[in-house]
């Protein structure tokens, strides 16, 4: 049971090329979210899915965009990287559709540099 | 809209020494409230939770009761050790019923022997 898994860890890119960043869950989760960690800030939610096929606005949605693969695979993608896109990304489940109470799991992050 | 504040780091504890770490939030709902733990190099993941005011959430010898008089969810615990040296976050969850988690920005403990 691997639990949240993330692809790549580490990724450099330059100002305005692109990149997918991929999720995967194996705890038949319904809902993923996809946060950005940045120094001093805690995290900031970018989008989540609470199923299979819907995707909403989080905090901080602008310069990216998501796809629901499928109930395991939640990918996020930078069109076109910008300096202020340089974090820690990090994916996330939790069991339900909607609940308040849920417990999220958490990916092991990847840590992204934009030159 | 929601927020989290939690006591600014980091902080640095000898062993066996109290921990207290601050959290107070502002929602305008009814929230559940979360600790969650990083350790270095890993994602976060839950520490303890309350989902309605008065509960007490507790694990690993961590202990925060849900105030909602004070709108607090202060972390504590009696007796630290080494290895709970990491970043703790406080966080708020769906006070519409929704999947939206508000995080602070997190407290750096580190534990010296």
């Known amino acids: 049971n691997a639990g949240v898994t993330q692809t790549p860890k580490f990724q450099v890119l330059k100002t305005g090329q692109s990149m997918t960043l991929q999720c995967a869950q194996d705890?038949?989760?319904?809902?993923m979210y996809w946060y950005r960690q940045d120094p001093g800030m805690g995290l900031r939610l970018i989008y989540y899915s609470a199923s299979e096929g819907t995707t909403d606005k989080g905090e901080v949605p602008n310069g990216y965009n998501v796809s629901r693969l499928n109930k395991r695979e939640f990918s996020l993608r930078l069109e076109s990287a910008a300096p202020s896109q340089t974090s820690v990304y990090f994916c996330?489940?939790?069991?339900?559709?909607?609940?308040?109470?849920?417990?999220?799991?958490f990916g092991p992050g990847t840590r992204l540099t934009v030159l | 809209g929601d927020s989290v504040t939690q006591m600014e780091g980091p902080v640095t504890l000898s062993e066996e020494a109290f921990l207290t770490i601050n959290c107070t939030y502002t929602?305008?709902?009814?929230?559940?409230l979360f600790w969650y733990v990083q350790y270095p190099g890993e994602g976060l993941q839950l520490l303890l939770k309350?989902?309605?005011?008065?509960d007490k959430g507790s694990n690993k010898g961590f202990e925060a009761t849900y105030r909602k008089e004070t709108t607090s969810f202060h972390l504590e615990k009696g007796s630290v050790q080494v290895s709970d040296s990491a970043v703790y976050f406080c966080a708020l969850s769906g006070t519409y019923n929704n999947n939206d988690m508000r995080f602070g920005a997190g407290t750096r403990l580190t534990v010296k022997p």
């Open positions: 996330a489940s939790s069991p339900s559709y909607v609940s308040r109470a849920d417990t999220q799991y």
């Open positions: 929602a305008t709902g009814y929230p559940s």
């Open positions: 309350a989902t309605k005011a008065d």
């Open positions: 705890m038949n989760h319904n809902s």
